[in-house]
C-alpha cells in the first residue's frame, strides 16, 4: 500500500498498469481486514473505473478529479 490518509479512512495502492488484476490490490486487501472503515482504492492506468472484491480501482485522472472536488477526502 502507497498511502493512508486520516485515521486509516481511506487507504491507496497506485500501480502503473493499465490492466490491474485482483493480485494488484493484495496491499489494501491485507490493510482492510484490520481496518474495515478504510475505503480502498486502487489508482491505476485502467481505461475506465471499476469495484473488485470491495476494492474501488479509479483511472489516476477520475481520482485526481475526485480528489480535487473533495470527493475522497471530505473536507
Same mark, same amino acid.
Given at each position: 500500500?502507497?498511502?493512508? %490518509?486520516?485515521?486509516?479512512?481511506?487507504?491507496?495502492? +497506485?500501480?502503473? !498498469?493499465?490492466?490491474? $488484476? =485482483?493480485?494488484?490490490?493484495? #496491499?489494501?486487501?491485507?490493510? %482492510?481486514q484490520?481496518?474495515?472503515?478504510a475505503?480502498? +482504492?486502487?489508482? !491505476?492506468?485502467?481505461? $475506465? =473505473?471499476?469495484?473488485?472484491? #470491495?476494492?474501488?480501482?479509479?483511472?489516476?485522472?477520475?481520482?485526481?478529479?475526485?480528489?480535487?472536488?473533495?470527493?475522497?477526502?471530505k473536507?
Open positions: 500500500m502507497d498511502m493512508v %490518509i486520516g485515521d486509516a479512512e481511506v487507504a491507496i495502492e +497506485i500501480k502503473s !498498469s493499465d490492466n490491474t $488484476r =485482483p493480485s494488484d490490490s493484495s #496491499g489494501l486487501r491485507a490493510f %482492510i484490520e481496518h474495515s472503515q475505503r480502498p +482504492i486502487l489508482v !491505476s492506468l485502467d481505461p $475506465r =473505473p471499476k469495484t473488485v472484491n #470491495g476494492i474501488e480501482t479509479l483511472p489516476a485522472t477520475i481520482f485526481l478529479k475526485k480528489l480535487w472536488s473533495g470527493e475522497i477526502i473536507p
